[in-house]
């Protein structure tokens, strides 16, 4: 299925590939309404990873998988195929099923239900195949393409970490796409804690409900949120209770994260939390019923601002002429660096009201993302190992 | 009306497909290369910016870049006045005044007039004609409609219906057996035409048909032209000169229930005056044109008067500058 054999050339070769790639404009696009267009709440992905499945195969890719926790991978055979690169992209998407998730298509721009997060994505994964054939780049190495399922939430990562755990394939530097945004360097993963504590009533007596119990306890963590140092937050993400306007909810939950580039703090702060749930138990009394849940952890991790992927990326992106910032991930990206893999989350174009019905993409800009991907590839391609920091 | 019956029965046996019968795409390619065939798509469009982008994005990389089934894909537009024809363009489509076509015949308002002045301008074997307006745009709604044209020489005209349910929220829902259809057009064809009673959703606006087919229709240029196609072609080549596939579902905006009185009278006229031609009935004095509908504001009912008029277009075969550009 290759064109050629013409030998990647890294640099500024990002430049002619955005020029390229505007020969696949429309089977890109089409590729990005269909992705948007297929409901993949966290759990329930299997028809966005038969697209996926489906794309791949045309693309004559080789060991085509679909494993046990729903993820789908396809393999480009390398020329030498002495190393492995991966490139990941999570195919769930924030919104249910019923959702309404049909794509609008205006001038030089997309909208629609998880475009930006992460139908892009899926759409670039599933294009990267035919890219690599109009760009003539043929790797060394064998590239892995990877749609990964349950990111999200309760998600906690399983479709990524099933993956690592149990293909058994080494895998010497990765790549996740993200449809937002093109700017981003992330190339460092944070500490991170995701729980929910619910609060539950059975008796008749409490006027309430669980307001007063659930009010109480956001201002606690939101108390802690305050005293911490800027490196540490504490997100509270939603809160949840009743159903009308005149009756007190009888339960209710509470969502948080709390997030930090230092090691051991996330732990020291969940710890806090513990404590503040089981002081609101003791003192609601019988009743009311408060119970913690820690449903997600990652450890902090950090590729360095030194590392010749990250300078290579922030390279790219200048000669691209976009201005780069850096941006921690808590997605893929930590268990990659967690796992030792040299690992960046490269955003493929602008776009703005991520995680609202509207979510934009910005078409033009798509072409800069591709082509920042494709020059990654070519780079660590190339990238001699032993010149990897450990 | 046993034989009719059985008649019926045989032709949704015979000529009702189901889109994924024609799953095969490089199979389709293949057939229609081989019968020398060439497929224009037209969109016809008035005011279409929010949906009609997607529409081509989709057609011209399914259909013509990943499997070559189209040779063209045109908008045909009214006079938009926002920006569906900078999308269209901006996406790959040939786009096109509907006043610019055959500019000495006058400019007619409708969709109708968009269709007929497509056989002049666009070039293929085939016509799909989509409607711009939906929502869930699939490659299906153009490929399954050529589909039985392609493999089947004997069937003419193929019509979309969409019978799937359909969960739907706001003001989205499924057109499956659409209001106007129910409540006039299936009643008028039990009583007149009863074969075409068969065809599930005669008003569809996605339908597929052959050159030699449409160029010898004459065609309304307003509600009525889908309503028309139907009892023409019926009157020469009878049922068996049609098929329909089911596209499963279709989602657009609803139209409001006023609108659909006007779509009902423009579709009653065309219908009458084709009864008339056919000598299916007599002595029917002068109608009237104006459709009246009233609006209330408190106890007191205003008129709200419409004149609609069917105009027809003659069969593109009898103009000149038809047959020349098309060596007719």
Redesign the interface.
Known sequence: MRKGTAKARPGEAALSHREKLRRL???L???I??AG?IPAPTGGEWRITRFLSDRFTESGLAHLSLDQAGNIAGVLPGRTGGRTLLVVAHVDKIWSE?D?H??????GQMSGRGLADNGLGVAALATLPLILEELDVELDANLVLLGTTRSFGRGDLAGMRFFLENSGQPIDAALCLEGIDLERLSYASLGMARGEITVSTTGEGAESGVVATLAALVRSLLDIHGREEPETRILVGSVEAGSGHSVPPRGGVVRFEIRSHKAGRVARVEEEIAALVAAAEEREGEGIEVHLEMIAHRRPGNLGASHPLVKKARETLALLGIDSHVVPSVSELALLLDHGIPALTLGITKGENRHSPEETIRLEPIFDGLAQIVAMLQFLDTLDSASEPS | MPDLDQRISRWLETNTFHHSEFWDMQELVRAKREAGLTISLCIPTLNEEKTIGKEIIVFKSELMDRYPLLDEIAVIDSGSTDRTLEIAESFGADTYLSSEILPQYGSKPGKGENLWKAIHQLRGDILCYVDADIKNIHAKFASALVAPLIYRPEIQYVKAFYDRPLAVSDDLRPSGGGRVTEILVRPLFSMFFPELTALIQPLSGEYAVRREVLEQLPFPVGYGVETSHLIDLYRTGGLDAFAQTDLDNRVHRNQPTRDLGRMAFGILQTFVKRLRDYGMVKDLPELHGLFRQFQAEGHRHEQITREILEEERPPMITLPEYRERHGR
Do not use: H, K, P, Q
């Not at chain 1, 049909?102 to 001038?107: D, F, L, M, Q, W």
């Open positions: 404009r429309e089977i696009f089409a590729n309404v269909m267009e019923g309404d049909t794509v609008s298509v205006g001038v």
